[in-house]
């Protein structure tokens, strides 16, 4: 299994451009969310979705859009790149277990905005 | 603000020997997790330790909790250099969205050869 991926690795914007992070993942979980991480600020939540159709705000969502088509892909959107966007995002799916929640989270997309 | 804090921010240690990070929490919790972070790379699970346990082991991980200080400790004993990484608490909070974690800034540790 790939687990969680997430493409682009790297990307440069110039302020204004839009683009979209790809996020997909191959073990059927439910939840799937984006975060993003900034020096000294730990993770952040984005955005996230409990299952395909919805999703919902999380701490930090303003200059992002997600959608959740299919349970495989989430797709974060930036409509207009800030050099405030400029950050770390990682990608993560879980599913709710007996235990808890547990993450399992894509290798990252450094973004940078100029 | 931070659900989790983890103390300290930084530790720097000789390879053998043992490394303690701790989590503070502000609010009630179904459980708290921790994970490792080696530098550019994501976040890897390690160990998960719900409300109603004290404490918890994984191999050379140790995990306490204790819900009356609202803490937990990781404990990583022997450590390697391999250990070397960001280690970061994050919570589940009790009566939340049992999806939403809430991580904190992290330790970052260094093991020395």
């Known amino acids: 299994n790939a687990g969680v991926t997430q493409t682009p690795k790297f990307q440069v914007l110039k302020t204004g451009q839009s683009m979209t992070l790809q996020c997909a993942q191959d073990m059927n979980h439910e939840y799937m969310s984006w975060y993003r991480q900034d020096p000294g600020m730990g993770l952040r939540l984005i955005h996230y979705?409990?299952?395909?159709?919805?999703?919902d705000q999380g701490e930090v969502p303003n200059g992002y859009n997600v959608s959740r088509s299919t349970t495989e892909d989430f797709p974060l959107r930036l409509l207009s790149a800030a050099p405030s966007q400029t950050s770390v995002y990682f990608c993560?799916?879980?599913?709710?277990?007996?235990?808890?929640?547990?993450?399992?989270f894509g290798e990252g997309s450094w973004l940078t905005v100029v | 603000s931070q659900q989790g804090e983890e103390d300290p921010q930084a530790l720097s240690i000789q390879e053998g020997e043992n490394a303690t990070m701790n989590c503070s929490y502000k609010?009630?919790?179904?459980?708290l997790q921790w994970y490792r972070q080696n530098s550019g790379r994501g976040l890897v699970h390690l160990i998960l330790i719900r409300s109603n346990e004290r404490e918890k082991h994984s191999g050379r991980l140790r995990v306490t909790l204790d819900t009356s200080k609202k803490s937990s400790s990781l404990l990583i004993t022997a450590s390697r250099a391999a250990d070397t990484a960001s280690y970061f608490c994050a919570t589940d909070l009790s009566g939340g969205s049992n999806y939403k974690l809430t991580f904190g800034k992290g330790t970052l540790l260094t093991v020395n050869p």
């Open positions: 609010t009630s919790i179904n459980n």
């Open positions: 993560a799916s879980s599913y709710l277990g007996p235990g808890g929640n547990t993450i399992y």
């Open positions: 979705s409990v299952g395909a159709g919805i999703t």
